[in-house]
């Protein structure tokens, strides 16, 4: 049989500590949303300050983008003469 759990001495550092808790106060507020929790509005409203102090607001963060766009042009080939170019610049006539 093996040996559950940590060995004696040890001791979990503050930043892991911290983030339990912080899971724990998302996992209730999500279970609040998902109405499987009942919590007060000020519950609520302290555990979202919470984590509003523990997460990165992303609405704040910038975002660059480049944009490329990509056609394809359709090139006559080249006139021999006016009157060929003009055929070709001419707009086609469809049937009605």
């Known amino acids: 049989m093996s040996v559950r759990g940590r060995k ?10 911290v983030k339990i808790q912080n899971s724990n106060i998302l996992n209730a507020l999500v279970e609040h949303v998902e109405g499987k929790r009942e ?8 555990g979202l300050g919470l984590l509003r102090k ?4 992303l609405s704040a963060a910038e975002n660059t983008t480049e944009v ?7 090139v006559p080939s080249k006139a021999n003469s006016t009157e060929e170019w003009l055929d070709q610049q001419r707009p086609q ?4």
């Open 8 to 17: 004696p001495g040890f001791v979990m550092s503050d930043e892991h500590r």
């Open 54 to 57: 523990v997460m990165p607001d």
């Open 68 to 74: 490329l766009h990509r056609y394809v042009a359709r």
């Open 39 to 46: 919590m007060s509005a000020t519950q609520v409203s302290a």
């Open 93 to 96: 006539q469809t049937a009605h």
